[in-house]
Each structure stands twice: as structure tokens, then as C-alpha cells.
């Protein structure tokens, strides 16, 4: 499976190499990009890896990082950054 990454109504929908889920936007608590690859911050100082988004991808791990948050403003504003 090719890691993916989407974003809707719904939550912030991740396929990594073992499978997929759906995190509901009530339980998100930011986007990062700590290291190597982003990742999806949840309760209790947990996170979802999004390995689509890997720093060796430069420009294009941008992009997709500003998307991500253009969506996050949209359907949870109240966490979305400046």
C-alpha cells in the first residue's frame, strides 16, 4: 500500500504501510513536522506518523504541509496556526 494522506469533513484519513485510519477531527490536535516526516498529533501526547509527507521531498513536502493546514483552518479552526 502507498502511503497517502487526506483530509476532509470527516477527519484526517492516513495509510501508512500497515493499513489506515481515520482520525476524527475531535480528536486532532495539530499537524507536525518534527523530523523526518509528518505527523498527526492526537490526545495524551500520542501522534499518527503521515508518511507521505517525508522531508526528502522538500518542495513538495511544503506544499502538501500548507495544504494540510489550509484544510485544518477550514474544518477545525480553532486548532489551525497563523
Do not use: C
Request: charged letters at 30%; zero cysteines; hydrophobic letters at 45%.
Amino acid at each position: 500500500a502507498r502511503p497517502r494522506l487526506r483530509v476532509g469533513p470527516a477527519g484526517i484519513a492516513v495509510r501508512n504501510l500497515l493499513g489506515e485510519r481515520l482520525i476524527p477531527w475531535d480528536e486532532v490536535v495539530d499537524v507536525s513536522f518534527p523530523k523526518r516526516w509528518a505527523r498527526v498529533d492526537i490526545a495524551h501526547y500520542e501522534y499518527v506518523p503521515v508518511l507521505a509527507i517525508q522531508s526528502f521531498d522538500r518542495e513538495r513536502a511544503v506544499a502538501a504541509m500548507e495544504t494540510v493546514r489550509t484544510l485544518m483552518a477550514r474544518y477545525r479552526p480553532d486548532i489551525s496556526r497563523s
